[in-house]
T-cell receptor
Framework: GQQVMQIPQYQHVQEGEDFTTYCNSS?????IQWYKQRPGGHPVFLIQ?????EVKKQKRLTFQFGEAKKNSSLHITATQTTDVGTYFC???????????FGKGTLLTVNP | DTGVSQDPRHKITKRGQNVTFRCDPI?????LYWYRQTLGQGPEFLTY????????KSRLLSDRFSAERPKGSFSTLEIQRTEQGDSAMYLC?????????????FGEGSWLTVV
């Protein structure tokens, strides 16, 4: 079945440093979604990428979808303590309904 | 609050007991999903409803698990004869539309601890 892998599993940064998490799928994705889950919270939708090579920005967050639609990345510029949480990528493979999540990257920020 | 609502938020049960979780999706969302999440893992898909029809079920959902959405609104997830391995957070989510890529809104989850 479809697998979605994320690296790194953990990332600890000093406030102000940049952060990047990478997502790779074993199959081509129709689209990819990114979620953020704060400690003790639930996943919250951040963004969806659909087109090959697509790049989207949300303030300090930059999301990219690979040309082959099998990988994606999330980059945060100048991290803040409010960025703390686990970032998940998720994609639809063969199913129209089943969103497969990666294991996530836990980001901690030292003030 | 008009988000996805789940009840109870926390449940501690003894092994072998049955538990039921309820989910109230965002009003007028025709799609409803159940996911399970354990510590350090991403959410794992369990099942999906479009209106009242259960259209997809994961192999993770053993015969001890059953989900219903009788009137196409709220949904219940029942676990019979609970086992310690069932301890997890059970997440309900909903979305609108018919294609892929609709924004999925998650509830705050129901934490299950089986002792």
């Amino acid at each position: 079945g479809q697998q979605v892998m994320q690296i790194p599993q953990y990332q600890h940064v000093q406030e102000g440093e940049d952060f990047t998490t990478y997502c790779n799928s074993s199959t081509t994705l129709s689209n990819i979604q990114w979620y953020k889950q704060r400690p003790g919270g639930h996943p919250v939708f951040l963004i969806q990428l659909v087109k090959s090579g697509e790049v989207k920005k949300q303030k300090r967050l930059t999301f990219q979808f690979g040309e082959a639609k099998k990988n994606s990345s999330l980059h945060i510029t100048a991290t803040q303590t409010t960025d703390v949480g686990t970032y998940f990528c998720a994609g639809y493979g063969g199913s129209n309904y089943k969103l497969t999540f990666g294991k996530g990257t836990l980001l901690t920020v030292n003030p | 609050d008009t988000g996805v609502s789940q009840d109870p938020r926390h449940k501690i049960t003894k092994r072998g007991q049955n538990v039921t979780f309820r989910c109230d999706p965002i009003s007028e969302h025709n799609r409803l999903y159940w996911y399970r999440q354990t510590l350090g893992q991403g959410p794992e898909f369990l099942t999906y409803f479009q209106n009242e029809a259960q259209l997809e079920k994961s192999r993770l959902l053993s015969d001890r698990f059953s989900a219903e959405r009788p009137k196409g609104s709220f949904s219940t997830l029942e676990i019979q004869r609970t086992e310690q391995g069932d301890s997890a957070m059970y997440l309900c989510a909903s979305s609108s539309g018919t294609g892929r890529g609709n924004t999925i809104y998650f509830g705050e989850g129901s934490w299950l601890t089986v002792v």
